[in-house]
């Protein structure tokens, strides 16, 4: 019987990508990314795709890799998603504040097979 799951993989990814687009979020603030708004996210996500279509083509990790530029552009599409709830501008819960993670990964969870569809 198969001990690992796709769905727990994928819930893995996202908590990591969420982990370092909060702490992006936190010693960066909101103002260089709501300055262009999507549009700028869209150009950053046009270099991202750029650098590991590059990365790939010549076999070659520069200062990061496939795995690393992939992951950035999920925490783009992340913050592209909030502004277009228009939830961006939510602070973030204080340092130290401790979520239901447990609850946060279960939605998660529900989600993926909603975006494997």
């Known amino acids: 019987m198969n001990s690992e799951y796709y769905d727990d993989h994928a819930v893995k990814v996202l908590n ?30 046009f270099d991202k795709l750029a650098r590991v279509e590059n990365l790939q083509k010549n076999d070659a990790t520069v200062n990061e890799s496939s795995l690393d530029t992939y992951m950035d552009m999920l925490g783009y599409c992340l913050q592209a998603v909030l502004m277009l709830q228009g939830k961006y501008d939510l602070p973030l819960r204080p340092n130290g ?21």
């Open 97 to 117: 504040s401790i979520s239901d993670v447990g609850k946060a990964e279960r939605k998660i969870a529900n989600v993926i097979p909603l975006v494997v569809r």
């Open 16 to 45: 990591e990508v969420f982990e370092l687009v909060k702490k992006k979020h936190r010693d960066y603030g909101t103002a260089n990314l709501k300055r262009h708004g999507l549009m700028g996210i869209n150009v950053r996500l």
